[in-house]
C-alpha cells in the first residue's frame, strides 16, 4: 500500500506530566542505585512505565504505603494528579521524602474547591459542592480529600439523571461545580447547562479544565477529519485516552485504539490512505513515533 503517515503534532505530553517525567528522569540519574516510589502509576501508558521502571521507578499503591513502617532515606514521589492532605501526612510520618510533582493547574483547582467549600458553608450548611470527574480516579479523589468527601461526583450526563433519581443532587441549595482538570469541555458545559436549568439557587460554575488539554478537543477534531484513519496510542488504564478517543471516533468511524505498536493491523487502512496517530495526554511522543515508525513498514 502506498498510504501516507503523519503524527498529530499537538498529541502527546501535556505540562504536567512532562514535569513529573522529567523529575523521576533527572532524579534516577543523579541517585544512581537509588529506588525512587511512585504512589501510583506515575503516568496512564504501560510502554512508559516500562521504560521509567528499568530506571529504578517502583510504583506503589496505598495498600503498599500502609503496610510499610519506615520510609526513612526512601523517596517517595506525588504524581502529576495530586494527592489529598492524608497522603501527605502518611507519607511524612513514615519519614519518606516528599516529591511533589502535582501539576500547577491541579494545586490551584485544589486550592479553589477549598476555598469554595469554606464559602459555600458558611452561606448554608446545606450548599453543595459539586465535581464533574471520574469516580475513583486520582485527580478525584485528591480533589475530594481536600474538603473531607463533601462532594458529589457527576461523571457523566447520563450519570447526573441517576444522582437525581437517587436524591443525591439538591436544586434548592446554594451550589458551586468543578470539572477534573482532563475532562470534556462540551460535556461539562452539557451537565452546567442541565444543573442550572433547574436551579431554583445560586450556581457557581468554576472553568476549571485544563487549557491546554481544552485547546486540544478541537485540534484533535480538526486532525481526526483530515486523515481517512485515525491511530489511537494511549495506556489502557488512561481515562484521558478513553474520553479523546472517543473523540476523535465521533468524527471519523476508522478510528483505532492501540497501546503498542504490535497491537496495528495492516486490514485496517487501504492504499492511498492518509493515516493520523494521535495520543492522550499520557502518551509519550517516542511512542507515537515508534508507532508511526512501525506502521510506515507496512505502507512502503
Known amino acids: 500500500m502506498a498510504a501516507s503517515v503523519e503524527i498529530d503534532p499537538h498529541s502527546g505530553f501535556c505540562g504536567g506530566v512532562i514535569r513529573a517525567v522529567s523529575t523521576a528522569e533527572k532524579f534516577l540519574a543523579t541517585h544512581s542505585g537509588t529506588k525512587l516510589f511512585s504512589l501510583g502509576a506515575i503516568v496512564h501508558n504501560e510502554e512508559e512505565l516500562e521504560r521509567l521502571s528499568s530506571s529504578g521507578l517502583v510504583a506503589i499503591d496505598y495498600g503498599d504505603l500502609e503496610e510499610i513502617s519506615n520510609g526513612k532515606g526512601e523517596y517517595l514521589m506525588i504524581r502529576a494528579h495530586g494527592e489529598p492532605p492524608k497522603t501527605y501526612q502518611t507519607a511524612s510520618g513514615l519519614g519518606f521524602e516528599i516529591i511533589d510533582c502535582t501539576c500547577p493547574v491541579v494545586l490551584r483547582l485544589q486550592k479553589e474547591i477549598r476555598e469554595s467549600y469554606g464559602r459555600i458553608k458558611s452561606m448554608t450548611p446545606q450548599g453543595q459542592i459539586l465535581i464533574f470527574g471520574k469516580i475513583g480516579h486520582a485527580e478525584v479523589l485528591g480533589l475530594l480529600g481536600q474538603i473531607e468527601g463533601d462532594a ?30 482532563t475532562k470534556s469541555p462540551a460535556e461539562y458545559a452539557e451537565v452546567c447547562r442541565l444543573i442550572n436549568g433547574k436551579m431554583s439557587a445560586p450556581l457557581v460554575v468554576h472553568d476549571t479544565i485544563c487549557v491546554q488539554v ?49 497491537e496495528f493491523r495492516p486490514e485496517w487502512v487501504g492504499e492511498n490512505d492518509r493515516i493520523g496517530v494521535c495520543g492522550a495526554t499520557s502518551t509519550p511522543a517516542w511512542l507515537l513515533e515508534k508507532v508511526a515508525a512501525y506502521i510506515e513498514n507496512f505502507a512502503r
Do not use: M
Not at 160 to 170: N, S, T, V, Y
Not at 233 to 251: I, P, W, Y
Open 152 to 181: 458529589v461526583v457527576i461523571e457523566s450526563v447520563s450519570a447526573l439523571a441517576g444522582l437525581e433519581r437517587q436524591g443525591k443532587i439538591d436544586y434548592s441549595v446554594p451550589s458551586e461545580i468543578f470539572s477534573q482538570t
Open 214 to 262: 481544552a485547546s486540544r478537543y478541537e485540534k484533535l477534531v480538526e486532525f481526526a477529519r483530515n486523515h481517512d484513519v485515525l491511530i489511537f496510542v494511549a495506556g489502557k488504564s488512561s481515562s484521558n485516552g478513553t474520553v479523546l478517543c472517543d473523540l476523535c471516533r465521533s468524527v471519523n468511524i476508522r478510528t483505532y485504539r492501540i497501546v503498542s505498536p504490535q
